[in-house]
């Protein structure tokens, strides 16, 4: 069985560094996790790349849905480039329409910034009207984990979803992952294939 990666959610460079004193594997770098974690500060991924933990970074420019302006979409994309160059191994993101189905194109933007780095659909997927069209549009696209409380308000209330995400053909989840990553020149697959994740919740992060 595959080793269960543990990723918390920070709102700070000191909270990373407090998790990867703690022993977590991964975690999230956001600001404004009172607002449900917005994009951080290229300061707090650099200091926060000091700690020697797996970084993905929130790209996020407001709360308030994730149905976003042009001007909104083109400082997304720019701001995933800033912080992939200061070091961050992932981007978390989320793209939907005005009608709550994901945005393909733009989801297919993001995925050519991110390149063969890591890319985390955010728990957007949460508030899609079929859950089941979202997952097979964002596996198609190649998209590396989605982050999921099965559309409910804590990962236990949502269990029953997050098992029938996780039932859906994961061998044929891990191929669309792998396929967009040697398209991008990659040579392995990621460690964590595109499957729902959940992340405790606790003082260093919102569920």
């Known amino acids: 069985m ?17 998790a990867a004193g703690a022993g977590a594997d991964r975690v999230e770098l956001n600001s404004a996790l009172f607002l449900g974690g917005l994009t951080p ?3 707090a991924l650099e200091l926060a790349r000091t700690a020697q933990v797996e970084l993905m970074a929130m790209v996020r420019p407001r709360e308030g849905g994730f149905c976003y302006t042009q001007e909104e979409f083109c400082t997304m994309l720019l701001d995933a480039r800033r912080l992939l160059d200061a070091g961050a191994d992932g981007i978390v993101f989320g793209f939907l329409h005005e009608d709550g189905t994901v945005d393909v194109r733009r989801c297919q933007a993001m995925l050519e910034v991110i390149g063969t780095r890591q890319s985390v659909f955010s728990r ?6 079929d859950w089941r069209a979202g997952l097979e549009a ?21 269990a029953d979803t997050i098992r029938a995400r996780t039932d ?6 891990r191929r669309a992952a792998e396929q ?4 991008a020149g990659a040579h ?3 460690s964590a294939p595109c ?13």
Do not use: M, N
Request: proline share 11%; aromatic share 0%; with cysteine.
């Open 138 to 158: 964002l596996c198609a696209l190649g998209v590396t984990r989605v982050l999921t409380s099965g559309q409910a308000p804590t990962a236990p209330e949502g």
């Open 2 to 18: 595959d080793k269960i990666k543990i990723e918390i959610c920070c709102g700070s460079a000191g909270d990373v560094l407090a």
């Open 180 to 183: 967009r990553r040697l398209a």
């Open 168 to 173: 859906r053909d994961p061998a044929r989840l």
């Open 188 to 190: 392995r697959l990621p």
């Open 41 to 43: 500060s290229l300061g």
């Open 124 to 129: 957007a997927i949460d508030v899609v009207p």
């Open 195 to 207: 499957l729902p994740e959940d992340r405790p919740a606790g003082p260093l992060g919102h569920a």
